[in-house]
């Protein structure tokens, strides 16, 4: 299972509709790369994929392929604003070590 906050799905449709993409879902994954060799990413998607894990948050749907739920289960996704830092806040009980910025991870 994963969890979003009320600000992350906030900050998701207003970025959907300032980039106009309608009710689309929001994919959330995992790629190579990144200073701890794991990085999160996110993009807007229209329809789940098989295989697909699909979650729902205050009517957003948010799609996870299966590679990258292995990694995600258990993750909390935040939208944060501050003087120092603002953008997505991934509280991932599976990394065991994160970079300074938070955005890479080793498991």
């Known amino acids: ?10 900050k998701v449709r207003s970025m959907a509709d300032d980039y106009k993409v309608g009710e689309s879902g929001l994919r959330v994954m995992i790629v190579g790369g990144g200073c701890s060799g794991l990085s999160y990413d996110m993009d807007f998607e229209e329809a789940a994929r098989e295989g697909d894990q699909v979650f729902e948050f205050e ?3 948010v799609f996870v392929d299966p590679m990258s739920y292995s990694y995600l289960d258990g993750t909390k996704i935040d ?18 070590k994160s970079c300074g910025c938070g955005s890479s991870f080793t498991v």
């Open 79 to 96: 939208y944060r604003e501050g003087f120092t830092y603002s953008g997505f806040y991934f509280e991932n009980p599976n990394a065991k």
């Open 1 to 10: 299972m994963i969890d979003m906050t009320s600000a992350a799905v906030t």
């Open 59 to 61: 009517g957003l749907k």
